[in-house]
């Protein structure tokens, strides 16, 4: 008992220190007049907009948590929703330290709470993020067929701040960097029977979750939460806009 409350207390700590760690970095990182325009900004805000956009925030997490079962259900694979919530969370804020690491940090919560094997639970995810690209990609295109001008003008400015600074003598480094590291890899893989055996086993149980999505049973309940999460971002996004004086009309 003793051993369990102890894990408890670290693992809380250990959350909460991230939490102060990455608050004290977010304004380390401002310059002082980045800090004033935040406090007036803060002052000013309308809270209402504010706190309805946490709202539809908070109701996209647990839509997209609820939603996630869809495809663990039919993999005959247990999970309560408290659990998924959590991972998802969890996720979230791994990617805020490692980006992109938070989805198989979800897969790993996972195994922990309810013994769902990482391989099919990450495929579950890749496969929602495939649905999730194709939702964006739909959205892309809408914004360009609406706003071509305002689309031409954002991608100039994207093309000039990704290409017009860049440094090749560092990029060319990284990738004899990446080049040297998978080529490592690749011996390791080759030469070590046990590693082959269990990277296969792994791409096996990958491909049982990604194929989860053809064996949805409720299909219409899916297609709801994923079109319900998708307006909660749009919104919860826009809203934020209408809090204050000096954006309230982009």
Not at 10 to 31: E, N, R
Not at 50 to 67: G, K, N, P, V
Not at 82 to 106: C, D, W
Request: hydrophobic share 50%; charged share 15%; no cysteine.
């Amino acid at each position: 008992m003793k051993k369990i409350k102890l894990n408890t207390l670290v693992k809380f700590l250990t959350s909460l220190g991230l939490g102060v760690y990455l608050t004290w970095y977010l304004f380390d990182v401002m310059t002082e007049k980045d800090l004033r325009v935040f406090k007036t900004a803060i002052l000013n805000s309308n809270y209402g907009w504010i706190a309805l956009s946490l709202f539809l925030a908070l109701l996209s997490y647990f839509s997209r948590a609820y939603r996630w079962g869809y495809t663990l259900w039919p993999m005959n694979y247990k999970s309560s929703f408290k659990n998924q919530y959590h991972s998802l969370m969890i996720g979230y804020l791994v990617n805020m330290t490692i980006p992109r690491a938070g989805e198989f940090s979800r897969a790993v919560m996972l195994k922990r709470s309810d013994n769902i094997p990482i391989g099919p639970g990450f495929g579950t995810i890749v496969t929602e993020r495939i649905v999730d690209m194709l939702l964006l990609f739909s959205l892309s295109v809408i914004a360009v067929l609406i706003s071509p001008k305002e689309t031409t003008l954002i991608f100039g400015r994207l093309k000039e701040s990704f290409l017009g600074g860049t440094n090749e003598s560092s990029n060319s480094d990284f990738w004899w960097w990446f080049l040297l590291g998978v080529l490592v890899l690749l011996i390791i893989v080759v030469f070590n029977k046990n590693i082959r055996s269990r990277i296969y086993d792994f791409i096996k149980s990958l491909k049982e979750g990604v194929s989860s999505i053809f064996k949805v049973k409720q299909y219409g309940a899916y297609t709801l939460h994923t079109l319900f999460i998708w307006v909660a971002y749009l919104v919860m996004f826009a809203l934020p806009f209408y809090a204050m004086e000096e954006t309230a009309n982009i």
